[in-house]
């Protein structure tokens, strides 16, 4: 519990709706790529749109705080 934020109980399973929308086209892409990029113990990927590497909730929550820079996967929340 760093810098006024939480663990969610879902943070490393479900990315935040309003950072990837289920409703994009490259959703189920990206959703696998940050599942096989978790299970191979990579810290993040590479969005196939833009190109940009994305860390993956796993690396996030090992980091253990929130940098509040909008991660896509980021595994907190903040306090309420």
Avoid: K, W
Wanted: hydrophobic residues 30%; charged residues 20%.
């Amino acid at each position: 519990m760093a810098n006024g934020h939480r663990r969610r109980l879902d943070g490393l399973t479900r990315a935040l709706p309003q950072r990837l929308n289920a409703n994009i086209p490259d959703f189920l892409v990206i959703s696998q790529l940050h599942d096989a990029a978790v299970s191979q113990n990579r810290p993040c990927y590479r969005d196939p749109t833009s190109g940009y590497s994305v860390f993956t909730a796993a690396f996030l929550s090992d980091r253990g705080y929130c940098c509040e820079s909008g991660c896509r996967h980021c595994p907190f929340e903040p306090l309420q």
